[in-house]
């Protein structure tokens, strides 16, 4: 790629980037595989910074800003919960706002969450004098537009990627250049449970789908089995490495979509690194802001809309939560009902949410009665479609209650069945069979 010439010559410190930060400065943090930890680094190195509050979504590494010892200096807000922040939000020393993601953006741009600056990172600029963000548009976007200040880390390996992506150089006040690797995300050794979980959710996927998958053990097992299917296609939050033998094999086409058709649609991305050489400068695979990414009215125009979303827990009435252990903040609402509610709407599509039956070893179920006390809602009973585990596929769709703590028993570890079905009868004086 032909880039900017001279651009390189006009790099800086990351302190001297970081002097455009301010006490009681408002800031984004760019996120995931994007997270400009250099940036990050020389912030902390700040010693004279007070009451500087970073928002952002999941963030790779660690994040020293939220350490006790910067307490008062520096205050985490968290839009999606990593895991690096769970114990300073338990603490009190940072704070997570539940949000969909695609409301996200909104925050931004009518300033409800006014940003003074936004420490990004991006790819090197073109001739043309454009940026991208590379691997995470989301809500980075919006940062990017509306707060005074950029802040960035050039990244010599950061993918330039196509779609909503770009950022202009002139925007840039302060940089810094690099020239690293990105954080990645191998798949793992699949399980039984997970294989057991793919197999049956694969199972629902028809020729002609439009996939919702995000990252993880169970997605991945669903990818690996959707070899025998035709013309899939892509329009999803996030993807990762699952996604890459399904295009090169040619399963995945895009060719029947409605929105988009043609290309695979994401708003960011998480993986390894030939997932990032794949959407390098790769016109077949456009990012978007996800209140793009996410609007149900848009997710609903392709048919066979397959979301398939995970959770730590579901109740006997078809509650999901999915974002805390009982009142500890563990991830974010993100986008599950975002996609939950527009494959629902979608014509032929189907709303998933997948799960091991058990936790902890096998010492917890997952279908539980009632949720923990102070557990989130983020996919309610009234939204829920179906519900698999290792033990089967249900669908909690028009069910009546005492119908729907049935069929969810018969998906829940063996073990827990008994226990179930008399914490059932307690609550609501019916004798489930069994």
């Known amino acids: 790629m032909t880039t900017l010439p001279g651009w390189r010559d006009r790099a800086v410190s990351p ?29 902390c190195g700040r010693a004279d910074l007070e009451g500087v509050r970073l928002y952002h979504l999941h963030l790779e590494g660690r994040c ?10 520096f205050f985490s807000v968290s839009l999606f919960t990593s895991p690096a922040l769970r114990r300073p939000i338990a603490e009190g020393r940072a704070d997570f706002v539940p949000v969909f993601l695609k409301d996200i953006p909104r925050l931004f741009h009518e300033r409800a969450v006014p940003l003074d600056a936004a420490l990004l990172q991006l790819s090197p600029p073109d001739r043309h004098g454009q940026c991208t963000l590379g691997t995470s548009v989301d809500a980075a976007l919006a940062a990017a537009r509306s707060a005074q200040v950029i802040i960035a880390e050039i990244n010599e390996q950061m993918p330039r990627t196509h779609g909503h992506a770009s950022v202009p ?12 690797p990105l954080p990645e995300h191998g798949a793992g050794t699949e399980s039984a449970v997970e294989a057991q979980i793919g197999d049956l ?20 097992a669903v990818l690996r089995r959707l070899g025998d299917k ?12 699952g996604v890459l033998p399904l295009v090169q094999n040619g399963n995945v086409t895009n060719r029947l979509k409605k929105v988009h058709p043609g290309r695979s649609v994401t708003s960011f991305v998480m993986g390894s690194r030939a997932l990032y050489d794949f959407v390098d400068d790769n016109l077949a695979v456009e990012f978007h802001p996800c209140d793009r990414t996410n609007d149900t009215a848009l997710i609903r125009e392709n048919d066979k809309v397959v979301a398939v979303n995970s959770a730590l827990e579901v109740d006997l009435t078809g509650q999901v939560c999915a974002d805390s252990i009982g009142a ?3 991830s974010g609402i993100g986008g599950q009902m975002d996609f939950i509610h527009g494959a629902a709407l979608s014509k032929g599509g189907k709303p998933i949410i997948a799960l091991p039956s058990t936790a902890a070893k096998g010492t917890v179920s997952r279908i539980t009665p009632l949720l923990k006390p102070g557990a989130g809602v983020v996919t309610t009973r009234g939204h829920v479609h179906w519900v698999v585990t290792e033990y089967g ?21 063996p073990d827990f069945r008994g226990d ?15």
């Open 328 to 330: 500890q903040i563990y």
């Open 169 to 180: 150089f002139d925007r840039v006040k302060a940089f810094v250049h690099t020239d690293r």
């Open 201 to 220: 959710v694969a199972g629902l996927v028809e020729d002609g789908a439009t996939l919702q998958l995000g990252i993880g053990a169970i997605p991945n």
């Open 64 to 73: 020293t800003f939220a350490e006790p010892e910067h307490q008062g200096r």
């Open 393 to 413: 596929a249900v669908n909690l769709h028009g069910r009546t209650l005492r119908e729907r703590a049935e069929m969810l028993v018969s998906i829940a570890h």
């Open 420 to 434: 179930l079905r008399r914490a059932f009868a307690e609550q609501r004086h019916v004798v489930l069979p069994g």
């Open 230 to 241: 035709q013309d899939l296609g892509i329009h999803t939050e996030m993807f990762s490495d």
């Open 15 to 43: 302190e001297d980037a970081l002097s455009h930060v301010h006490s009681g400065d408002t800031l984004f943090v760019h996120g995931a595989a994007a997270t400009p930890t250099p940036l990050l680094d020389a912030l």
